[in-house]
């Protein structure tokens, strides 16, 4: 079957760096998605990962190992804004049908 | 650019009602996707269309849902008769290849009473 784990809930502190989990046994893989929600909005890119490696996007960076099943968000010099649930997804197939986790709710405080 | 629109934003419908979502993909994007969020739980494939063909509906819960795409355009997807455990939030998204990331819509907040 498909599962996707990562932690329900991080908080962090205005300035500060987070790290978000997320590891994945899925049948196939074709790429892991980060996506950003805000409450009420729809989910938004912020990153893409089909090999092992780092990649760097302004503030945010993610992180994939295939071979363990285990990738990170890293958001650096947190801001107010960055307060909502970050969604990992992971593509099995040539489409970019997604199965998802539960998100990580974050909240930033001042 | 135009993103995803979704309409409507929110409905709410008593149990054995009909009701049917609308969704207007990213122009020339061929790739149209549905998903769904029920309350507490992560969000889940529906189906996936290819222009008008049903590419994968290996998702769809149940022969209450339908799902359409005439034309290759919009999509509709119809719930007749809802029940209480389709409430949620219903997202679309379209991609079109080689970019890899679907692109999501708001999404329809539908409460069944």
């Given amino acids: 079957g498909q599962n996707i784990d990562q932690p329900t809930e991080m908080t962090a502190t205005e300035g500060a760096i987070v790290q978000i989990n997320c590891t994945y046994q899925t049948s196939g893989f074709n790429g892991l998605f ?4 805000h409450a009420g909005e729809a989910p938004t890119f912020l990153s893409y990962n089909v090999l092992d490696g780092l990649e760097e996007k302004g503030r945010f960076s993610s992180f994939l190992s295939r071979s363990k099943g285990y990738s990170y968000l890293l958001l650096k010099e947190l ?9 990992c997804a992971v593509r099995d197939g040539g489409y970019s049908t997604l199965t998802f986790g539960k998100g990580t709710m974050l909240l930033v405080s001042p | 650019e135009a993103g995803v629109t979704q309409f ?3 409905s709410v419908i008593e149990k054995g009602q009909t009701v ?18 029920v ?8 189906l996936h269309f290819v222009k008008e063909s049903k590419q994968d509906e290996s998702g769809m819960p149940n022969n209450r849902f339908l799902a359409e795409r005439t034309g290759g355009t919009y999509s509709t997807l119809k719930v007749q008769p809802a029940e209480l455990e389709d409430s949620g939030v219903y997202f679309c998204a379209s991609s079109q290849g080689p ?3 679907p692109f999501f819509g708001p999404g329809t907040r539908l409460t069944v009473l």
């Fill in chain 1, 34 to 37: 980060w996506y950003q929600q």
């Fill in chain 1, 79 to 87: 801001q107010m804004k960055d307060s909502a649930s970050y969604l």
């Fill in chain 2, 8 to 10: 409507p934003s929110h």
């Fill in chain 2, 20 to 37: 049917t979502l609308r969704c207007d993909p990213i122009s020339g994007h061929d790739n149209l996707y549905w998903y769904r969020r």
């Fill in chain 2, 39 to 46: 309350m507490g739980k992560e969000i889940k494939f529906l």
């Fill in chain 2, 99 to 101: 970019v890899p990331q």
